[in-house]
């Protein structure tokens, strides 16, 4: 048989592979990192933390808690003088002299149960001086405001953020392109809207856990749940004084990131107890309180936009002023606010910009990254702005935002010229999929009914040179194992990357196995599962690694057959040649080498394939313009619409259907984007409807799941449409593009949309609770 | 505090333990037991990515106490599988995409099979009561609701 | 649930005597340090909040009487107070005489949690936001207490004191609910309003029952009862003044709703702000006012 005549290996990309790392969460054997066992060396951390959102530290007293039996360590911020911090280093990994927030940690202990080191907590005794706290960003960037961070011009900062020393602004992103104030003159309507977000929290099933250990020559060993193995080990090493080598982070599955688990957040508290432990290690698990407001929230906002559009509803001009209220330490929301600032037109085109993006310190929880990084938050104000400029302009909402929204060439706020997206296409299918020119009846009388749309753009939010990197090392029997520093947070990476694995080099999807859990001493370099950014970039990188093994091998058997490399190709794994029509099974070449012939010596050895990517075209963007060539690595887009029915005696939202497109390039696996689209969709809606961080001088009022509610079964869409659009990426492997922060990002605003569609009111934040809209409608005489 | 001796059977298996009067039956069965396939999520009985069967019937096991289970049948997750054969909604959450992070799934996994245990047949609105003390972030549900659907037509 | 909660349960004794008298004893002598065990889901989260400090936790789930359901077609219904909610709502003479019960019982919290809960132990806890006391009251419960003075009862409608806070003395077991058989054509309606469509606390609850009474003017005996708008929860009088009068119109059934309203004392916090709770009131005391109106074939 010709070898031309053999089946192809099925390539499963755009194929909906079935998961890698189903089977063994189905049966519980998956280890997440509070299930592993250390035995009874194992020592238990307890934290104590600041009561106080802001005060200076007098006195610290540890001594009856050092003499309390089985308690083995007691630290403070004395004994760590180091920062901490991704962007810019602002915080120390136990407060020194001042604490910024409530549930700052102050001191640790580690003792050989978790009671006993509870009850420590009790014996250190605290002095504290109460100083003047900042709860309103606004305020917090007015002169008056005390200085959270008096030191902030000392602090280390990357060349792309810039603080003001002497304020408490911690990074101002500016955008000065055209001249808005000459457009207003031209502008048929104009409107001007200010909104407050509050924070939320991230809130995964699983709360933070991480165990460290130190030997006695420095070696240092962090399991931690984590979305960046890599990052914490760069950060904690930095913090410490000490190389990269000596730390080593072992990241088993993740129990929900959503960006939470980004960054430093815990880890440097068990590492700091271990140091102090003689060897033995030390768990740190966060209860689910100290989840909600301890470590990551994402940072509330209060925006004020201007806009305005021509009779024809172009718009003409945006000016766009956010105060981000980042919290005690902006280590990370510094760069939310730089995201902020240069997605801050949203997805349109606009020739007149003003923005001013700052990210203000306050004595609130940490503003940390969360899915969207900066875009729900950006989004919810923005289009319900761009709904009120088309009720002001008399145009239809959909039609406004197919005129308006941005496609391949428009030149950007930030002057970087736009990739081809399919964002047109989103809205068509999402304005079909709810029947947006449909007038709908209610289904009862004392209901309203309302449908509202709303777009969103994202760029991966990074520095501007993020690594990935890749291994494909073979087995004897020729299957594979990918090497990536990528993590499984339940997005379905190792599923992508063995599908990309094995179509590049020409082995069954069954043969390759992604090696996890993730570890820093094995596993090839990675910048941080962040930013929706692996399927893109370490997709890239793992397609370069198999293609690199793929290559070597070709090169071996081409020599050892005295063939071109061209004339031959890897099926379902067997080298092929359809010159000759040999062949030769992978098996018997990717460890052993060749024999030449009659064994007379042999070719080839052990194959290792090796590839890396990272963007190299990304610019820096002028301090006063955000003017620069190229902003970012490029956009993911796409739209929501939502078909609410409205309770008018309690103001509850029924969500009826929604529908969400999204422009990923290629799908990779079908399957998988759309569970992003439904996942995404639901969290948004949560977020929108349900979820506030309560918080009353800096304390919050609702740290457990009591009275910080959730989505359930019962609060999900009646019907749901996911669409997948596909407008290919230049650059991503087959296309792709990242889309895990995406389907959040829309969804309040389409929801507050819909409400607005429906009786008429529009809250100046959300929650867009039941509570709030009803005494909205009575206060407005819609409802009695 | 006393230590109280207990004997129970968990997942098929004769177990005796000594436990602390204070310990919740999820404390006995990840740290005592190391069966870790429960999840503790909040302690509070309100996320149920503890979810045990206790006598057939689901509950959050960090709202029972350890001493409590004297005499008890416990089903974990890692109970569900018949000699390597996975349960019927162990097979349909896989198929139908309703597994992502995975950490509430084992809770949604008893939660499941016992419903269908009682009602054969639910109907959506009755899953989706069933499960309204599954706390999921990842997924939004869809699949996790068509899973039990497709599995009660397995049963079926 | 508040910032100060332990990652765990706090040291405690727990002890399982034999007898009520055995049990009765040694609350009675360890006041204020002994607490009877139930279902633990209120008990076990106050504790780990450190609002409850007690140093023992008597079970008496498996004391006399306390296990069992009864019925009796003459007599009525008597609940034992370890009794699960899950299993007071799958019993086949409580779906058939006490529907309102079991509606109540369906919208508390998560199935999982409902194995363990108890009616007994959430009226004992006596918070205002409890979704079945509601039905409780208006189906005439009344406890069977067990002390340090023997076996006493005590009715339902004078049971509650304060948000926490009941009748009953240290030493004293609630053994079991009763109800007599509700009159003939009762009807009820539970409305509870949540944050989540299913399983959150009551921000507002409405119970409301109904059945035909020749001895009223209106020829009908309606009453309703508030959850978590007010220190105990709380059955309106002035509801069933207006609806027993005079013949019952919509008119009739508004002024009971606004009345409802206006007995309604809520507070502001976390999960919801009196004024909102008020409307609430109003406006689900409508609801469910006219949907027991309607049952009772009108």
Aim: glycine share 10%; with cysteine; hydrophobic share 40%.
């Amino acid at each position: 048989m010709a070898v031309t005549d053999k089946k192809k290996t099925p390539d499963l990309i755009g194929e909906s592979a079935p998961r890698v790392d189903v089977l063994e969460k189905v049966t519980g054997e998956a280890l997440y990192t509070d299930d592993l066992q250390f035995g009874n060396a194992l020592l238990h951390g307890r934290i104590k933390r600041s009561p106080h959102p802001h005060a200076l530290i007098k006195k610290i007293d540890t001594s009856k808690a050092e003499a309390l039996p089985g308690v083995k360590v007691v630290v403070t911020g004395q004994d760590f003088p180091g920062m901490v911090g991704l962007y810019l280093k602002d915080r120390h990994i136990f407060a020194r002299e001042r604490v910024r927030f409530v549930g700052e940690p102050v001191a640790g202990v580690a003792a050989t149960t978790e009671e006993i080191a509870e009850k420590a907590l009790d014996l250190i005794e605290v002095e504290y001086e109460l100083l003047e706290p900042v709860f309103d960003p606004e305020f917090g960037a007015s002169p008056e405001a005390p200085l959270i961070h008096p030191d902030l011009g000392d602090y280390q900062v990357p060349n792309f953020i810039f603080p003001k020393p002497g304020t408490n602004i911690a990074n101002h992103f500016k955008i000065r392109k055209g001249d808005v104030e000459a457009a207003w003159e031209q502008c048929a309507a104009v409107v001007e809207s200010k909104f407050h977000i509050p924070q939320i929290q991230h809130v995964p099933i699983e709360p933070h856990v991480a165990v460290a250990q130190a030997d006695s020559d420095g070696q240092i060993t962090l399991w931690a749940s984590s979305q960046s193995p890599f990052a914490q080990r760069n950060i904690i090493a930095d913090v410490l004084g000490i190389s990269q080598s000596k730390i080593r982070v072992i990241a088993p599955y993740v129990g929900g990131g959503f960006g939470c688990k980004a960054g430093v957040t815990m880890e440097a508290l068990p590492v700091a107890l271990a140091l102090k432990a003689k060897g033995r290690p030390v768990k740190v698990l966060l209860t689910r309180e100290e989840e909600f407001y301890t470590n990551f929230v994402r940072q509330g906002l209060v925006i004020k936009l201007k806009i305005g559009c021509d009779k024809d509803g172009n718009l003409l001009a945006m000016e766009n002023t956010m105060y981000w209220d980042g919290g005690a330490s902006t280590e990370y929301g510094v760069n939310i606010t730089r995201a902020g600032g240069y997605s801050s037109t949203g997805p349109y085109d606009v020739p007149n910009v003003k923005t001013d993006s700052l990210c203000i310190y306050t004595n609130h929880p940490i503003g940390g990254a969360y899915r969207g990084f900066g875009m729900p938050e950006l989004h919810t104000a923005l289009e319900q702005t761009m709904d009120m400029l088309c009720d002001e302009i008399g145009m239809d909402k959909v039609e406004f935002r197919k005129l308006n929204c941005v496609r391949g060439g428009d030149i950007l706020a930030t002057g970087m010229k736009m990739h081809p997206v399919g964002l047109s296409e989103c809205i068509e299918k999402v304005a079909e999929a709810i029947e947006w020119d449909k007038e709908e009846k209610p289904s009862a009388p004392n209901k309203k009914r309302g449908k509202g749309i709303a777009l969103m753009w994202k760029a991966p939010a990074m520095p501007p040179n993020p690594g990935s990197s890749a291994l494909v090392e073979f087995n004897e029997d020729g299957t594979i194992m990918v090497g990536v520093g990528g993590q499984e947070i339940g997005q379905g990476t190792f599923t992508v990357m063995a599908q990309m694995a094995a179509a590049t080099l020409g082995i069954p999807y069954e043969w390759v196995k992604v090696k996890g859990p993730l570890d820093t001493q094995y596993s090839p370099y990675e910048w941080q599962t962040v930013a929706s950014r692996l399927t893109w970039s370490m997709g890239n990188a793992v397609v370069a690694a198999a293609a690199d093994a793929r290559k070597q091998v070709l090169d071996l058997v081409s020599d050892a057959w005295d063939e071109d490399p061209d004339d031959l190709d890897i099926v379902n794994g067997v080298v092929v040649s359809y010159k000759s029509e040999q062949e030769m099974p992978l098996k018997d070449i990717v460890i052993y080498g060749i024999p030449n012939e009659n064994f007379e010596g042999w070719k080839g050895g052990p194959i290792i394939g090796r590839g890396n990517f990272m963007p190299t075209y990304v610019t820096g963007l002028d301090s006063e313009t955000g003017q620069g060539e190229r902003a970012v690595v490029h956009f993911t887009t796409g739209a929501q619409a939502f078909d609410i029915e409205i309770d008018m005696d309690t103001g509850k939202i029924e969500v009826l259907k929604a529908a969400a497109a999204f422009d990923v390039g290629k799908a990779i696996n079908p399957e998988l984007v759309l569970s992003q689209l439904e996942g995404g969709l639901v969290q948004g809606m949560s977020s929108a409807i349900f979820e506030k961080i309560d918080l009353k001088e800096g304390v919050m009022q609702n740290p457990s799941f009591v009275d910080y509610r959730i989505a359930t079964t019962a609060d999900i869409p009646l019907e749901f449409e996911g669409i997948i659009v596909e407008e290919p990426q230049d650059d991503g492997p087959w296309g792709a593009r990242g889309v895990g922060e995406h389907p959040m990002v829309p969804s309040a605003a389409a929801i507050g949309n819909a409400i607005y569609n429906a009786v008429g009111v529009r809250l100046e934040g959300p929650p867009f609770s039941a509570e709030r809209i009803y005494l909205a409608m009575l206060d407005a005489g819609i409802v009695e | 505090m006393a230590l109280h001796r207990i004997s129970l059977t968990l997942n098929g298996e004769l177990e005796q333990v000594d436990v602390p009067s204070n310990w919740t039956l999820l404390q006995m069965l990840r740290q005592t037991l190391a069966v870790t396939g429960t999840k503790n999520g909040c302690s509070s009985g309100e996320c149920g990515a503890c979810t045990v069967l206790l006598n057939g019937e689901p509950v959050n096991s960090c709202m029972v106490l350890a001493v409590e289970c004297d005499g008890a049948e416990v089903v974990t997750v890692e109970g569900l599988a018949d000699d390597g054969r996975l349960a019927p909604v162990q097979q349909a959450i896989m198929e139908a995409g309703g597994v992502q992070c995975g950490f509430c799934t084992p809770g949604v996994l008893i939660s499941a099979h016992a419903l269908l245990e009682r009602n054969p047949s639910p109907t959506e609105g009755e899953i989706k009561d069933a499960l309204v003390g599954n706390l999921c972030r990842c997924t939004g549900y869809f699949r996790i609701i068509e899973a039990v659907k497709a599995a009660a037509a397995i049963k079926v | 649930m508040s910032i100060d909660a332990h990652p765990a349960l706090p040291e405690f004794d727990y002890l399982k005597p034999k007898t009520l008298e055995e049990a009765s004893q040694f609350l009675a002598e360890h006041p204020g340090e002994a607490r009877p065990l139930l279902g633990g889901t209120d008990t076990f989260v106050r504790m780990r909040d450190g609002l409850w400090k007690d140093k023992y936790l008597v079970d008496v789930k498996g004391l006399e009487g306390m296990s069992a359901i009864s019925f009796k077609l003459k007599e009525g219904l008597t609940i034992g107070a370890a009794v699960s909610m899950n299993r007071v709502a799958a019993d086949a003479n409580v779906r058939k005489h006490y529907p309102l019960l079991v509606e109540a019982i369906e919208t508390v919290a998560s199935y999982q949690l409902r194995t363990r809960a108890t009616i007994v132990g959430n009226i004992c806890n006596a918070s205002p936001a409890g979704d079945t006391i509601g039905a409780c009251l208006l189906y005439d419960g009344v406890l069977n207490v067990h002390g340090m003075d023997g076996l006493r009862r005590e009715p339902l409608a004078s049971f509650f004191q304060g948000p926490g806070a009941t009748v009953l003395n240290p030493g004293d077991i609630v053994t079991s609910i009763e109800f007599p058989i509700p009159p003939k054509g009762t009807v009820g309606k539970y409305i509870k309003f949540g944050r989540n469509n299913r399983g959150d606390l009551a921000i507002v609850g409405v119970t409301v029952a109904g059945h035909p009474d020749k001895d009223k003017a209106s020829g009908y005996r309606i009453r309703l009862a508030l959850a978590s708008v007010a220190p105990t929860p709380l059955v309106v009088d002035e509801v069933e003044n207006t609806l027993s009068q005079e013949s019952i119109t919509d008119e009739r059934l508004t002024q009971a709703a606004q009345a409802a309203m206006e007995a309604a004392k809520p507070i502001d916090d976390t999960r919801g702000s009196a004024r909102y709770r008020k409307m609430m009131a109003r406006n689900l005391s409508q609801r469910a006012l006219q949907a027991v109106w309607e049952q009772l074939g009108k």
